[in-house]
């Protein structure tokens, strides 16, 4: 097989333990597979990089900022290199420049084009393991990009996919993707599996494992890949497109977001034009808005909830403060303790009564429901903060997750 | 003009320091040059980067040191483009490789084959100053070489003839080429200018301020090149081709070099062939003989003394004992507590009698003379260590060089 394997900051995080990395890599070769490397920056590295530049000035340059931070990785890759060559396996460090990873010219968060590969299709003729440097490219100006947050991943998985990897394995410090938060539901278990799309809802939702855009390349280019623990031994969880298996259970996962608030304008006149006129500042300022309810008109007045990140939450306010003025609305309100809790899972498309479910559980703990959004394969309720781990508690318990 | 500045690792330490040389370019700017910025990494990085490299590997692979090393210039490169652009002076920063700096495989001390220096060009037509990376190249295959000790001077040098700049200016943290070391003499004196040839002979012979190869090459290109500090204002020592105003003084300076040790070999037989027979081997072994002085041969048999870096000593003498017996030689003698001082100057070519002088100084103070070698432009004594200070002083009055 041909296998990516892509280790993060944690997992490098010193001198012993890039040592450790380099005898993964060895053992994964001595089993008889083609092995490619991608690495992060030492943990902490990119942090203090960047405390640099803003020391240097407020607001950096971002072209430059790219230019320092690559550097990160040169490190790192260097590092496992020589470690491995140490051991008796030749190795060579790569550039993301050197790999073919080419970018627009969006400084600090690139988009990859295209990922050509040759050296590295080289060195593997050669018998010679490639460590790539990831989280950066080169743009058509040859200039070094880099790919902002989660950007090793992505391109660990882009290398697969260009080489056409049987496996892309994301070394990580979880041991995979679980049902819940093991913080939260002690009972909480590991899925061997999960498709593509579930993994999009328990990301975006707060698993954190991987970024979406990574899983997203996955999924167009059809790449195998794994989530897996650097410093424990376990299978992990595969991301794949959906099977039977996946089917057999309603739900998934449970996760849970405390990083919304909610925002409620009271007494909207009820005329066409309106919602433009609320959100259309908000999308300009690039504030993500998630969920989106309109009560029923009474005596053509209405009310209109939505929730934002909480970062977000003092720029919208000052926004709608004038919107409100303007459409002539009554007042507004402003709830931050709020949580939003779901459960996703593909085998909804085939099993009905799971929203039922869903708010007879939550009903039958004494938790209001302040706001509802569905999808094909996703559940979300808003809820009380302070209700947040109780809800999760019973939604994993009443959809039977923790069995095997 | 169009100036070329180089910055050294101490010049860059901090944070602070970077803010320091941002302002010295901005001013050199505001009086209307343009100007080409050429850095080291910070201070302490690439030690600390080595033995990062050397905690990993007893041997690390050089390719992937050279990896390892460059990430340093990187981070300085952002750091000063960041200062600058934070100052409203348009800056942009440039790995070797995209200036193409192009050169030979060896890693770790590659040699420059040719500077393209497109987008430096590009980058000063339309006002921006370059900020780059000094120390690094880009070899035939594509992949990251550095320079050796000194590269980064070399790299600025190597610009500077590229560009055909009016001037290339090294800061670094002595205030120029005095005539003597003034840790020695107190009245030493700062050279406003000295010829190349004779900076040549006063690097070798101990002034550290820069390596031969940036001077070789600032010869053979013509560049005028300018030794100052970044810490003290004043106008440094100026490297040019040879003038009349130079061959005034029979002697520019006096040098002192302690890291020499003398070998002797006694009661070789006088044949041909012997002297192939005892360097041979040295020369192999790359070892760089300096001084070798052959006695008068008596009865066919003669001693003959020879001086190696102190830190050859021991291998040196290793292969000394095998010779020794091979050619039928009586035995081996070693000093290690000699020092070399010299008197440099091209005005000795229209002085006659330097020499005698510097015999008769040496002598009026009683001090005895080993070894002798002389060139066009340079007289050298081995003398017992303990008496180089003195020696210096001595010489140092007698040539006159503290007058202005």
Redesign the interface.
């Known amino acids: 097989m041909l296998i990516v394997q892509k280790y993060g900051g944690t997992s490098v995080g010193n001198?012993e333990r890039?040592?450790d990395v380099a005898r993964k890599v060895a053992k994964t070769r001595d089993e008889g597979h083609d092995v490619v490397v991608v690495v992060s920056a030492m943990s902490g590295e990119t942090d203090r990089?960047l405390s640099?530049?803003h020391?240097?000035?407020?607001?950096?340059?971002e072209?430059?900022?790219d230019?320092?931070l690559?550097?990160?990785e040169?490190?790192t890759?260097?590092?496992l290199?020589?470690?491995l060559?140490?051991m008796g396996y030749p190795a060579?460090?790569f550039?993301g420049?050197?790999v073919g990873i080419v970018t627009d010219g969006v400084h600090t968060r690139a988009r990859i084009e295209r990922v050509g590969g040759e050296r590295v299709r080289e060195a593997l003729k050669q018998g010679i393991i490639p460590v790539i440097a990831g989280f950066q490219g080169i743009s058509g100006e040859?200039?070094?990009t880099t790919l902002g947050r989660g950007g090793s991943d992505l391109s660990a998985v882009a290398i697969a996919a260009a080489l056409k990897a049987d496996l892309c394995d994301i070394y990580t410090d979880v041991e995979g993707v679980f049902t819940a938060d093991p913080n939260i539901v002690s009972e909480a278990r590991k899925l061997d599996k999960v498709s593509y799309e579930e993994m999009l809802e328990l990301a975006s939702l707060g698993a954190k494992v991987l970024q979406n855009r990574s899983v997203e390349y996955a999924a167009k280019h059809g790449v195998r890949l794994r989530v897996l623990s650097t410093f424990k031994e376990g299978s992990g969880t595969l991301l794949t497109e959906e099977d039977a298996d996946m089917e057999k259970l309603a739900v998934s996962g449970v996760t849970c977001d405390r990083n919304q608030a909610k925002i409620t304008i009271i007494g909207v006149p009820d005329r066409p034009g309106i919602a433009a006129k609320i959100f259309g500042p908000v999308a300009d300022a690039n504030i993500v808005v998630d969920m989106i309810i309109q009560n029923v008109s009474q005596e053509s007045l209405t009310d209109i909830s939505f929730t934002v990140p909480r970062p977000d939450v003092k720029k919208t306010i000052e926004m709608m403060r004038s919107v409100v003025k303007d459409i002539g609305a009554k007042e507004l309100e402003v709830k931050e303790d709020i949580a939003k809790v779901s459960v996703v899972g593909v085998g909804m498309r085939s099993h009905s009564g799971v929203a039922v479910r869903m708010f007879s559980v939550l009903s039958k703990e004494g938790i209001n429901i302040m706001m509802i959004s569905t999808s094909e394969i996703k559940i979300s309720c808003v809820i009380d903060a302070k209700y947040a781990e109780l809800a999760v508690r019973a939604l994993h318990r009443a959809f039977e997750l923790e069995g095997a």
Chains 1, 2 share one sequence.
């Not at 240097?56 to 340059?61: G, L, Y």
């Open positions: 001198v890039i040592r990089l640099l530049a020391e240097v000035s407020e607001a950096p340059a072209r430059e900022v230019v320092l690559s550097s990160g040169r490190v890759i260097a590092l290199s020589i470690a060559n140490s060579k460090a550039t420049r050197q040859s200039d070094v």
